[in-house]
């Protein structure tokens, strides 16, 4: 098993995504856990945990070997949020400047909703919605970190350049995140020309966050740092801290996403940069 996954890592590498995504297309358009109390679609990742779980077992890998080692684990995810926490910061603010300077009168909630391409439906301010936000995001993040970035990306590199097993995992988890869209699409969310845009920049903002934690997984040798950049994105800036309006809820929360994962991408493609050195 080890011997084919050092010969063919690409192979392996998409019959796995394949998989994942098979169970991911299932969820989202047959169960639709998220129309559920959970609000989440969350039976996938647990899935695609398994998985990894069996994978790794299978070839006698360690977790540590993918990233998820304990050395500098609390420096790491600190750095993580702290990165984020800045972009993000600029990012809310430039949101609030926007809708400020448009006449709107804006204000801030924390509140529990689910992610949806068209807005938020539903405030859920329990703490137990709270736990349960972060719950999900855990498993959401330990599951694509661990597949994504650190597996994909480390069998990968053993025989391709570094740069290169990056850009393919970007453009699986770019993939990955095109079946939003398409649900959306079918559910008569979203017409046929922006359910072609919506999937295009997912795919691309996605892709260019997957490049973005994948050079600081090569940087620093664990996934942390760029799980807690996840974490604090999906969990924080996607599904707690909202900008409402009088119009409603998060009317520009793709561009406060973007703007963010695009200063720290910049911030941390100049940072590899200098030290591609010592890499």
Known sequence: M?????????????FLFAICLWARAVEYFVIRTDEGVIGENLLHKLFGLILLFAVLRVTNMKWSEIGFGRQGMPKSILQGLLLSIVCFSVSYGMEILLL???????????????FALTGVAVKNTGALFFLLCVVVNFINIWMEEGLFRGFFIKVAAEKYSFMKANLGAALLFGIWHFVMPIRSFFSGELGFGQMLLMSAGYIILSGLMSIKWG???????????????????????????????????????????????????????VAYRRNKRDL
């Open 100 to 114: 400020t300077v448009q006449g709107k009168a804006v204000h801030m909630e924390l509140y529990i909703s689910g």
């Open 2 to 14: 080890n011997k084919y996954i050092k010969e063919k890592p690409v192979v392996v590498c998409c």
């Open 215 to 269: 050079l600081l997984y090569r940087m620093t040798g664990t996934l942390w740092l760029g799980a807690a950049d996840h974490f604090f994105n999906n969990t924080v800036a996607t599904n707690m801290l909202h900008v409402v309006t009088s119009d409603g809820a998060d009317e520009m929360q793709l561009v406060r996403i973007m703007l963010a994962q695009m200063l720290s991408f910049i911030a941390v493609a």
